[in-house]
């Protein structure tokens, strides 16, 4: 009976291992959401517990975005979004790393405000955190869960809250958190991001207004045609290094981060981009008083933005 049971502990574990825990094979699906990539955003609001509620009308776009590894460690890969516009024009999108077995992670409160938050040792093992950045690399939302590798298909999921998406972020001031559940998978001319949120509004309690579902499908195509992001890359690639860098600093030095929508009537990515424009084209072999000046500058952007 006893060898039973200690056989049904090893195939049991070795099962486990083979659907999550296999770390190469979980590197391979992160750096598989990487190329050229033509893109198709679904969202429809499917369910309301006001049976007075007014549904939004169904939303959908398109576009074309190269996502490329700009920094890799034993335990961290970073992958950069390029919005591919037309006409040679190149946009800075979103961002989003990926830590293995990592603790720390930023919790979305409400109103623009994160609080750090630390996983126990214990509950992250063979699990990897997204986080999510915005286009000036401020936070979005971060999750946490296991790359699960079954039946031919590669996918992870995660549950968390992050603000208002960017495409109701102006429109909307009936909720203020979108309770996120996010499924990335792997397909063979790709890869999807499925979601499952709840629109909430957060005060005292936490009162849902809508659910809604979202379906955004990434299809591969000739890395040529991303080649004027990946030229816009390159000239562009050490600012945006500085940016990162003095974000991860303003992170480690703050336990709770918060930020004011605006100042003077212009959001935070509107200076970052100016000043990404002025300095394309910068040497990573730039003298160390010029870097410096960059960080001072990128720097200031942030605290004025900042809340107290």
Known sequence: ????FLLFILV?????????????????????????????????????????????DNYTSGGRELALVVEETKDKIVIQHLLVVGGGMVIKHWRQDWI???VDILSYDKDERWKKKKLEKQNVKG???????????????????????????SYWESETDAPLPRREYTKRNDYNVLKRINRHEIKDFGWVHEQDNLKILRENSDKLIAEEKGKNTYKKVALNKC??????????????????????????KNDVIAF????NKQPMFSGL???GKKYEGLDENSTEMNLQNIRDEVNDHIIKFSKE
């Not at 004011?260 to 100042?263: D, E, G, N, T």
């Open 12 to 56: 049991t574990t070795f099962l486990s291992f083979l659907v999550k825990g296999n770390k190469k094979k979980d590197i391979e699906a992160i750096k598989g959401m990487c190329g050229c990539m033509d893109i198709e955003f679904k969202f429809a609001e499917t369910f309301s517990p006001n049976k007075d509620y007014k549904y939004y």
């Open 273 to 275: 981009f100016a000043m």
């Open 127 to 153: 699990k990897w955190v997204q986080k999510v950045y915005q286009v000036d690399d401020s936070p979005r939302y971060e999750g946490i869960g296991s790359w699960i590798h079954l039946d031919g298909k």
């Open 100 to 102: 293995y077995q990592g």
């Open 1 to 4: 009976m006893q060898r039973k």
């Open 260 to 263: 004011k929508k605006s100042v």
């Open 227 to 252: 080649e004027d992001a990946t030229n816009w890359w390159v000239k562009n690639e050490v600012f945006w290094k500085i940016v990162r860098n003095n974000w991860d600093s303003y992170f480690e």
